[in-house]
């Protein structure tokens, strides 16, 4: 009897057994395969690593997971393989310039892959930041299946050509050609140009001496349009009211200005772009009357403090009166002449 006992007990502990690792074999066998890819909401904090990762319009807090089991909402890897999650949040907007980027120019969405034992994967999901020049605020989260427990993990956050990477056992973060984004100085204040400079010939009329303003100047490492700076240089981002005289005394008197053009010099150096920054306003952004003008140089970052010139050339018409009484007539005179104006930038 002992013996049935026995071998009645002996048979039930074997088909718990079986059918336990039977259940187990299922479920590995239904789980996640290596390279599936899971969204998730983004509703709490994920547990891992975490790191400040800067792109040109803001800064994001960036956390990668160790290898887990299962996501927060209870998918499970299969039999093999892991999961890491990957969650992205906005810590902060960038206080950006309008003039940071070019007329047509769009900021970009800066993209993830995560690097497990040298195997890579493009974390789609985690897209979608930037929409019409407008920074989303809604975290994302994204898992990814890999294969086993990789020893090695990190994050690629690639921006226009430029990468950084984020261990994910450590946090640390590589910012490689991006640290400069981590070094942003304050735009300056506005500043009136010095006295101008007239051409032979040509000056102010009475009173009505022409200025200009230079509103604002800062460093910045990407204007997008543009792109990054060469490296070791920097953009120098330069808004400035020209203040072109609408006449000017000339030989024949009073001219007045039919056409002007200006061009800019930074330390005896043209600029790589200028545009009228009412061009680069968002659409139904209202336009500026004084209609300023944005000029970018390629500078050091350590440069000192430079001249910065404005060169205006102007086209003037004035009417005169030729000929004798009884046989005059009146012509129209152009005259052309040249005024220069600075400020120390």
Do not use: H
């Amino acid at each position: 009897m002992r013996t049935l006992i026995r071998l009645l007990a002996l048979v039930l502990v074997i088909a718990v057994l079986a059918g336990g690792g039977v259940w187990l074999s299922q479920r590995e066998q239904g789980g996640l395969k290596a390279g599936t890819l899971v969204s998730e909401t983004a509703s709490e904090a994920l547990v891992g690593r975490t790191a400040e990762v800067r792109v040109p319009w803001g800064t994001l807090q960036v956390t990668v997971s160790e290898p887990i089991a299962e996501t927060e909402d209870g998918k499970q890897a299969g039999r093999g393989a892991s999961l890491v999650g990957v969650q992205v949040a906005l810590d902060g907007p960038e206080d950006l310039l309008v003039a940071d980027r070019l007329p047509g120019g769009a900021l970009q969405d800066p993209t993830f892959t995560l690097v497990a034992d040298e195997q890579e994967y493009l974390l789609e999901g985690l897209a979608g930041w930037v929409e019409d020049n407008e920074i989303a605020q809604v975290a994302r989260r994204q898992y990814v299946a890999v294969k086993g427990e990789p020893e090695q993990i990190s994050l690629r956050v690639g921006y226009d050509g430029v990468d950084q990477v984020v261990d994910g056992l450590t946090g640390d973060l590589d910012r490689d050609a991006a640290k400069p984004l981590y070094e942003l100085g304050f735009a300056s204040g506005a500043q009136p140009c010095a006295d101008p400079l007239w051409s032979p010939g040509a000056s102010d009329v009475g009173e009505n001496v022409t200025t200009c303003l230079v509103t604002s100047s800062a460093q910045r490492p990407y204007v997008a349009g543009l792109g990054w700076a060469p490296e070791g240089k920097n953009w120098m981002v330069v808004t400035v009211l020209t203040g072109a005289p609408t006449e000017f005394e000339g030989p024949d008197g009073t001219y007045e200005v039919a056409e002007s053009t200006s061009t800019y010099l930074l330390d005896a150096q043209g600029p790589e772009e200028s545009f009228a920054l009412n061009d680069a306003l968002p659409a139904g952004a209202g336009e500026d009357a004084n209609d300023p003008q944005v000029v970018i140089f390629e500078v050091d970052p350590d440069r000192p403090t430079g001249q910065f010139e404005v060169r205006t050339r102007l086209t003037g018409e004035t009417e005169v009166t030729t000929g004798k009484k009884g046989n005059r007539e009146t012509k129209t005179r152009t005259f052309r002449a040249l005024v220069a104006q600075g400020a120390f930038v």
